[in-house]
């Protein structure tokens, strides 16, 4: 009965997770827009790393509720490695390749452009770039970094909750 509260738990945290997904992604603004306010998308960030520690807790209950074998947790380990790896490499070409095409929406709306300009909007804090930082792709690797944390946090410990029980 414990691990269905978990389960819920879990479920509406990821629910909540992906709405903060959401939001952040719907902060982006567009070369032909301006915006004075900084990046708001900073703020969904923010609460995003507020739930990652939450998010462990929660899974790592789950792991032990249930009682994972020591392969269940090597194969959950490896394959959010995997995943990942895959994932974050992916995600640095896309960012890479949207990178590019902003550079050449705003030289073909404006004309020629300042490089440090083009740099600026296309940086790692810049609003113009959130759907990069925002999609399924960021919100999966949030939640496997979270699976694997919990997965190797319950391994290292394994013998102390499994004796406890």
Known sequence: MRIVKIDRLIVALSIFSGLLVSLGRSTQVYPQQISGNGNLGFLPLMLLLLLFPIGIVLVLKWIREAQLRFLSLIGLSTSTTIYLVCGILYQIEQFSQYQVLVKQQ???DRGTIDDGYLTSITSMPSPYMNSQYFNGNTFLIYWASILLMASLIAWWT????????
Not at 158 to 165: A, V
């Open 158 to 165: 394994r013998e102390e909750w499994q004796i406890s029980e």
């Open 106 to 108: 705003v030289i073909a």
